[in-house]
């Protein structure tokens, strides 16, 4: 099958470089499928994998024609136009990792009514969570673009509340989320309202203050110039932000009662890093990552039981999301640039969630 295939590619040192590069028309090879992507979100999850695309690898799943450029991944649907794979039909629609692209080839491997994972030689050696794909249904575009915008980062927010949950959030009393208006804030802080147990605060921007106080998630919503307000009791914190003035701010006030400082995001991606954690009052922080602990929990629970579980939860969060979050679509790459600088540059709204369509 002849199809013009376009990847979004920019400079890895330089984020706002961006260019749109022609791929080869490769024939396929036995145990081969082609992807056509048609929908994928961008939120500032993927400015955090550009931020750490060397430190963790976000670069290698879809390499670039050359070593100063990188393909930023995405969350998205594509559906199968060709195939030489086992188990692998035309016209299966599926939801998963990609590139920002039209297509993307695979290489199928443990295929069934379910989903495959690319067994590509060059994305083994990455955590085996972001080579699934599953098979779904298709769907409505504001549905599809909600689970692209939101389960991702909702996994992420699950698996972070099963952990706190598990250590008793370390007989504290609050969890502190910075970027409380985020993505992977949200879900987390809708897993533990839900749960209980302990009191939640959120830090903001001024700007996103009465957005991130309407969801009804937190108990407390608190600016990033108000650090000196926060509660001196015992508090867990996560850090979405990944900005170290806020984080500095945070041990600066709470000092020994902070009994844990968890490190998720970079939502802040161009903030000054000058702060060196280890020099902070308080606990070390720590980085989390989420497919080691997807595949701890999933091991204890059972593959069917742990995706039961993560499907229910989502499935509200999702139903719920309905009152803060707008899907916005834009088509094309020209489109898919725009709104990359968009989040760079902090333009785009907490209310807003951007989807491009191909």
């Known amino acids: 099958m002849s199809v013009n295939q376009f990847v979004l590619e920019m400079g890895r040192s330089s984020f706002r470089e961006m260019q749109l590069t022609?791929?080869?028309q490769e024939d396929l090879a036995d145990g081969e499928a082609l992807l056509a992507i048609s929908r994928f979100s961008l939120t500032a999850n993927n400015v955090t994998y550009a931020m750490f695309g060397d430190g963790m690898k976000y670069w290698n799943f879809f390499p670039a024609s050359s070593a100063s450029l990188g393909r930023v991944p995405v969350w998205g649907f594509a559906e199968v136009v060709a195939s030489k794979a086992e188990g692998v039909a035309v016209g299966t629609r599926v939801y998963g990792y990609l590139p920002m692209a039209n297509t993307l080839k695979v290489e199928p491997v443990k295929a069934n009514a379910a989903g495959f994972r690319d067994g590509a030689a060059h994305r083994q050696e990455m955590a085996a969570a972001y080579n699934h794909y599953s098979v779904?249904?298709?769907?409505?575009?504001?549905?599809?673009?909600?689970?692209?915008?939101?389960k991702p980062l909702f996994m992420t927010g699950f698996l972070l509340d099963d952990w706190i949950a598990d250590e008793r959030h370390w007989d504290s009393a609050y969890v502190i989320s910075s970027s409380a208006s985020s993505k992977t804030a949200l879900s987390m802080n809708a897993c533990l309202k839900r749960r209980g147990g302990v009191k939640l605060i959120g830090l903001t921007s001024a700007r996103s203050k009465a957005f991130v106080e309407a969801t009804g998630y937190y108990d407390l919503v608190v600016t990033y110039d108000q650090l000196a307000d926060l509660p001196l009791e015992a508090s867990v914190y996560v850090d979405f932000a990944g900005d170290p003035a806020v984080t500095a701010g945070v041990h600066n006030r709470l000092?020994?009662?902070l009994k844990q400082s968890i490190i998720v995001g970079g939502a802040h991606w161009d903030a000054e890093r000058t702060a060196a954690p280890a020099a902070l009052p308080g606990p070390k922080p720590q980085f989390f990552f989420a497919p080691a602990h997807m595949a701890r929990l999933s091991a204890a629970w059972g593959g069917?039981?742990?995706n039961r579980a993560v499907d229910a939860a989502f499935d509200r969060f999702a139903h719920e999301s309905r009152a803060w979050l707008d899907v916005v679509e834009a088509e094309g790459f020209e489109a898919a640039q725009s709104a990359w600088k968009?989040?760079?540059d902090n333009e785009v709204s907490a209310k807003e969630g951007l989807v491009i369509v191909l």
Not at 139 to 150: K, M, N, P, Q, Y
């Open 342 to 344: 968009r989040l760079l």
């Open 255 to 257: 000092a020994d009662l």
């Open 22 to 24: 022609a791929q080869g």
């Open 304 to 306: 069917a039981e742990f």
């Open 136 to 150: 779904v249904q298709p769907h409505d575009s504001e549905t599809e673009g909600r689970v692209a915008l939101l």
